[in-house]
């Protein structure tokens, strides 16, 4: 019989694991006990802590909902998803705009609008042109590209965050046309602090974060023999654009509001340019969606 002792243990758990039918599978969970037991055994974990851990999992999964995902936010907190993000980038194999959060706000069947429609529904503040073009690798305009758009209102919340969550607001799909262009009107980008009010809240005030994420707009874009593209556009200039909670800024998805833009589709409105580039899709591609609509994740489980 094998002693068990601190060291001893991890062998005798991969020992156990090593008869999974399915590789990759049997890959991740010893890698995953190969770190876990290693970081117990660097930080000489206590039982105490131990149990502190288990409470706030199980916190953080008493918090999600059909409309609330606090287990995304835990990992774009931890910096995970903005890794899984930088991972599925390095994996295409041709130039693409750079991915950023899905976040936990993303919703499926936001309502399907016309090219130059306005997301704004029930929300008041400035009003902006969001345009540019969807493009392949050799900048050639990829046409009925599908463009997600999501955004938080002025309060900086998103519509899911609000009372009456079945409202859908600051939201929509629009198709880029022939030449792949697209454009629509939306409110000028704001910033906003995370959801504070459950246990990764307490994490980031334990760490003394201050929470917020820059002024951003989320995107999704895809098109068939494309890799999907899950990204945002971040504001210049706002206070927290070095140093968003979440880890989603990089240099080339930021930004200016144009005041004065008489190439804008729509002139008289201050405007945001921006040509998205996809890259073509292959064989082994998975999903570049670091989450889910939160309503899609409780079914599952
Ligand atoms: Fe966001």
Redesign the pocket.
């Known amino acids: 019989m094998r002693a068990i002792d601190e060291n001893t243990i991890t062998d005798a758990a991969l020992e156990q694991m090593s008869g999974t039918p399915n590789p990759r599978l049997k890959q991740i969970m010893a890698s995953l006990v190969r770190h876990l037991h290693d970081f117990t055994r660097e930080v000489d974990l206590t039982a105490e802590e131990w149990l502190e851990g288990i409470r706030f999992l199980t916190a953080v999964g008493q918090k999600c909902t059909a409309h609330r995902q606090e287990f995304i936010l835990l990992s774009d907190t931890l910096g995970l998803s903005a890794l899984i993000n930088a991972l599925h980038d390095k994996r295409a194999t041709e130039a693409a705009t750079k991915s950023s959060l899905l976040?936990p706000?993303y919703r499926q069947d936001a309502p399907m609008m016309k090219l130059g429609d306005s997301i704004i529904s029930h929300s008041k503040g400035t009003e902006v042109v969001f345009y540019g073009r969807v493009v392949d690798a050799a900048g050639r305009g990829i046409p009925n590209a599908l463009v997600q758009v999501w955004e938080?209102d002025e309060t900086g919340n998103y519509d899911l965050q609000k009372h009456d969550p079945s409202i859908m607001d600051l939201r929509g799909c629009f198709r880029a046309d022939s030449e792949g262009k697209y454009y629509f009107r939306g409110l000028c980008p704001l910033g906003y602090m995370i959801p504070m009010d459950g246990p990764v809240g307490d994490m980031i005030r334990a760490q003394k974060r201050h929470g917020y994420?820059p002024a951003?707009i989320?995107f999704v874009i895809g098109a068939p023999g494309y890799r999907e593209l899950v990204t945002?556009l971040y504001v210049a200039g706002d206070d927290h654009i070095d140093s968003d909670t979440v880890f989603g800024v990089n240099e080339s998805l930021i930004i200016s509001v144009n005041k004065n833009d008489s190439s804008s589709p729509l002139p008289k409105l201050p405007s945001i340019r921006y040509d998205f580039q996809l890259a073509k899709a292959a064989k082994q591609d998975t999903s570049g969606r670091v989450g889910a609509d939160p309503s899609q994740i409780t079914a599952k489980a």
Request: glycine residues 14%; without cysteine; hydrophobic residues 30%.
């Open positions: 976040g706000f938080p994420r951003h989320h945002a």
